[in-house]
């Protein structure tokens, strides 16, 4: 075969093995490492002005992934949360970031948004999931989530913002709360 040719199929592949590490395997969402990066370029963004909206963080749980998974079996529950990623996927919008950022969490950044916006993205990924037809071992079975919100307004590191988020997320636990909360 001629060098240039296997030169750019080496490229090729290189690219591909660099671009298949940044996602985790099961649900194709960025991982945790990768989706943090991204989240801390955008949220340390110098040229921003302080008090400017840097972008809003959404800590998506998916709930009852436990009960899934003992009662149909581990692959079901990996079956769940693909399903419920590519829901998340489909819904956001160009230029938004998806993560997978533990067990059962997912993370999206939706870069320069408000909350205004941010609930409108919020809601449709809500009502999205919702839908999911949802068959384990033949029976029916809704998936839904909860998510807590971060409006990012000044500089933050990841970390402190996944615990912001964690916290608020904490806030939708129980009967009768809402499905999600925000903080700033």
């Known amino acids: 075969l001629p060098i240039c040719f296997m030169t750019s199929k080496i490229e090729a592949l290189h690219k591909e093995t660099q671009r298949l590490g940044q996602r985790d395997v099961l649900t194709a969402c960025l ?3 990768t989706f943090s ?3 801390d ?3 340390n963004d110098s040229t921003l002005e ?3 909206i840097r972008g809003t963080v959404l800590l998506i749980n998916v709930d009852d992934l436990g009960v899934v998974n003992e ?3 581990y692959s079901w529950g990996n079956e769940a949360l693909a399903q419920v990623a590519a829901s998340i996927r489909k819904t956001v919008r160009q230029g938004d970031i998806v993560g997978r950022v533990s067990r059962s969490q997912f993370g999206v950044f939706l870069p320069r948004t408000g909350e ?6 919020a809601e449709r990924i809500y009502e999205n999931v919702a839908k999911i037809d949802f068959f384990p071992a033949g029976v029916q079975y809704p998936l839904s989530i909860r998510a807590g919100a971060v409006i990012v307004s000044d500089s933050a ?3 402190d913002l996944l615990r912001k988020a964690t916290g608020t997320l904490a806030m939708t636990e129980g009967a009768g709360q809402e499905w999600i909360q925000y903080a700033s």
């Open 157 to 159: 590191s990841f970390d």
């Open 37 to 39: 990066a991204l989240v």
């Open 116 to 121: 205004v916006n941010a609930r409108s993205v």
């Open 50 to 52: 302080a008090g400017s």
């Open 41 to 43: 370029t955008y949220a």
């Open 71 to 73: 009662r149909f079996g």
């Open 31 to 33: 991982n945790e490492s």
